[in-house]
């Protein structure tokens, strides 16, 4: 499957602050999806991503898609500790099959 | 609705014992998928299905198998436990891709199973 590194692996925030977190390829994806996992939790969809230089906005979130579809982002405005969990990028394959990033584990400070 | 309901929640083997992980769907997907994941790491894809009575070897199959014989399940079976398959899997499921321009379907998932093998 299409590999991608993710980083930073861990992000430390103060509440307030903003942030991004970097999934880059060495290969050019099709589209790319982001997921994010509360702790102890399971991976809950968050966006998709298909077009070059695609970006989209979710309240504080705002994801970016590559001019060269090889790397992706997620800038996180104003941190909340509702935002605390792991962030992964998974770039899609064939059959719908998803190849996830080691992920960005973000923790808040108050 | 339900989503995607794993049983057991927990489960802990000695090695060499046998076990299945049971998937349940109520969404009434065709793709099924079986993961692992371990502590502080991204998901690894062991096998997956793309529709009932089908399946396919994912990243890391060995030591695994799967059944689809259901639509809405997906089984995925240790034959001989090892300490090494020690980990929390997850099931997902998705609907299919049908639009063009290489748009995919969310995955969704299940709470996982933690399994501890001594």
């Known amino acids: 499957g299409q590999q991608v590194m993710q980083i930073p692996q861990y992000q430390h925030v103060q509440e307030g602050e903003d942030f991004t977190t970097y999934c880059n390829s060495s290969?050019?994806?099709?589209?790319i999806q982001w997921y994010k996992q509360r702790p102890g939790g399971h991976p809950v969809f968050l966006i998709q991503?298909?077009?070059?230089?695609e970006v989209k906005k979710q309240k504080r979130l705002t994801f970016q898609f590559g001019e060269a579809k090889k790397n992706s982002s997620l800038h996180i405005t104003a941190t909340q500790t509702t935002d605390v969990g792991t962030y992964f990028c998974?770039?899609?394959?064939?059959?719908?099959?998803?190849?996830f990033g080691g992920g960005t584990r973000v923790l808040v400070k108050p | 609705n339900a989503g995607v309901t794993q049983t057991p929640k927990f489960r802990v083997l000695k090695t060499g014992q046998s076990m299945t992980l049971l998937c349940a769907q109520d969404?009434?997907?065709?793709?099924m998928y079986w993961y692992r994941q371990d502590p502080g790491m991204g998901l690894r894809l062991i096998h997956y299905?793309?529709?009932?009575?089908?399946?396919a070897k994912g990243e890391v199959p060995d030591g695994y198998n799967v059944s689809r014989l259901k639509k809405q399940n997906f089984l995925l079976g240790l034959e001989s436990a090892a300490p090494s398959q020690t980990s929390v899997y997850f099931c997902?499921?998705?609907?299919?891709?049908?639009?063009?321009?290489?748009?995919?379907?969310?995955?969704?998932f299940g709470d996982g199973t933690r399994l501890s093998i001594l």
């Open positions: 290969t050019t994806l099709s589209n």
């Open positions: 969404m009434n997907h065709e793709y």
């Open positions: 299905s793309v529709g009932e009575g089908t399946t």
């Open positions: 991503l298909v077009k070059s230089g």
């Open positions: 998974a770039p899609r394959a064939a059959g719908n099959k998803l190849t």
């Open positions: 997902a499921s998705s609907s299919i891709s049908t639009s063009l321009g290489g748009k995919g379907q969310p995955q969704h």
